[in-house]
């Protein structure tokens, strides 16, 4: 799975792209050229806690990014951790990323 790791290709994709919210997990989608690699960002921000529960909550999007099939071709995603984020199975959020994919157009 490619990430997306420059400070530039991210601020591309929060900037331009468009925004999804559930309890579990908010995204921002991009879509980009056929030839461009897809990219995923897995982001959990300092207010939710402690370093230990934003890495379970990486970890925890790590694998429900894999489990509901991303990246996939033309488009660039972030995933944002929540504070529910941590206390759910992967396969919940596996589920809310999904249907967050499909409201986003992505699947």
Request: some cysteine; aromatic content about 6%.
């Amino acid at each position: 799975m490619k990430t997306i790791k420059s400070k530039q290709e991210f601020e591309k994709v929060f900037s331009r792209g468009r925004r999804f919210n559930t309890r579990l997990v908010r995204i921002v989608v991009l879509a980009t050229d056929e030839g461009d690699l897809p990219k995923v960002a897995f982001v959990a921000p300092k207010r939710l806690g402690n370093a230990v529960f934003r890495n379970r909550s990486k970890r925890l999007l790590r694998e429900a990014a894999r489990l509901a099939g991303l990246p996939k071709q033309g488009y660039d995603v972030i995933l944002f951790a929540t504070h529910a984020t941590s206390d759910v199975h992967p396969d919940e959020v596996s589920r809310a990323l999904t249907k967050l994919l499909r409201k986003a157009g992505v699947c």
